[in-house]
């Protein structure tokens, strides 16, 4: 059984950094790309970075692309999202998810690329 517990949200001010990690079990982590996800108030949840197995490739959303940054280490079987200059609109549920080795599409942006979710964890930022 595979899980995924996140850590490190909490409230913090407009222009100040964050780091969430995101602890795995019951699987090979180092076999599988890990993303994170963010869910907003009344919106859907929507991609926000992803990272490959061994840490080489990440992608990021426009709208966090030179402000987060997401890393690895898989001798702890973590991943963690460090979030810089925060606005208030990235306030919301953070998500991390394992990749799907089932996932036979290319789009790694999509919700339905990732088999395994954490429960989230909450990021408030005030203005």
């Known amino acids: 059984q595979v899980q995924l517990v996140e850590s490190g949200g909490g409230l913090v001010q407009a222009g100040d950094s964050l780091t969430l990690s995101c602890a795995a079990s019951?699987?090979?982590?180092?076999?599988?790309?890990m993303g994170w996800f963010r869910q907003s108030t009344g919106k859907e949840r929507e991609f926000v970075t992803v990272?490959?197995?061994?840490?080489?490739?990440?992608y990021y959303a426009d709208s966090v692309k030179g402000r987060f940054i997401i890393s690895r280490d898989n001798a702890k079987n973590t991943v963690y999202l460090q979030m810089n200059s925060l606005k208030p609109e990235d306030t919301a549920v953070y998500y991390c998810?394992?990749?799907?080795?089932?996932?036979?599409?290319?789009?790694?942006?999509?919700?339905?690329?990732?088999?395994?979710w954490g429960q989230g964890i909450q990021v408030t930022v005030s203005s």
């Open positions: 998810a394992t990749y799907s080795p089932n996932y036979g599409g290319s789009y790694y942006a999509t919700q339905r690329a990732y088999d395994h």
């Open positions: 019951g699987r090979t982590f180092s076999s599988y790309a």
């Open positions: 990272i490959s197995w061994d840490g080489g490739s990440a």
